[in-house]
């Protein structure tokens, strides 16, 4: 079973400006560039493995907040030089309560199929992405503490520390976000993976303002201490997109 190579959300939606560095005021800030999502956008996900060999998928999606529910539409494409058809197709949702749910399908599937949480984590593009990250589900964690001021690059970052509560269903046991407190846009992310320890690192690049909103046009993943990683690049896409429920329809899943 294939999984979701994932992306941030982060990347993709209208960000608004925080000029206050309290923790509370960062986390509502970003909820609230979530809970605004209105997104179609189209790019390609480069794996670079260990032996230095990229396969390039070409991916776009959609992304709209409806009352009380982010619903996120994922079409990843065929990369040029495989045969093996690579082809899958995601609907993801995330409620504000702490409940996921993930839908896939690849060609020749007949009905949608729903992944059991403990497929969460399963991911064939490198060691990097899982479906979680893509939901960017941190900010809605009941657990948000400040880690204090640090510099991160060029940028004075505040870095927040977000934990998940009993009986989230989540294979992280904290994530730490350096936001950027002038814009409230993340620059770097540590995510601990509960079951090994492991730190998965995410960079974002080209982080850039246009029409009034944020955005990164690269997001980096990789896994501390362990070669290759996963770049997304987005070429173009709409933060203004008008997405209604149609768009998200469980029967898109098997139209290939």
Known sequence: MRALRAISLAAIVPVLCAHAADVHDL???SRERIEKADVRASGHLVWVQASGERTSFPISFK???FPGVL??????GQPSNTKRDMRE???LEMRANGESTVHAADPGDTAPRTLPFERWDVHNLGTAFSYEDFLEEQYFWPGQTSEGSVKYGARDCEVVKSVPGPGIRTHYSEVKTWLDPTIDFPVYVEKTVKETGAVKEFTYFGIRHEEGIWSAHQIEAKTHGQQ??????IDRGSTKANLTINDFDLAQLTHF
Do not use: E
């Open 27 to 29: 986390v509502a800030n």
């Open 63 to 65: 992304a709209h907040w």
């Open 71 to 76: 619903r996120v539409f994922v079409d990843i």
């Open 89 to 91: 197709h995601v609907l």
């Open 228 to 233: 290759g990683s996963t770049m997304l690049i």
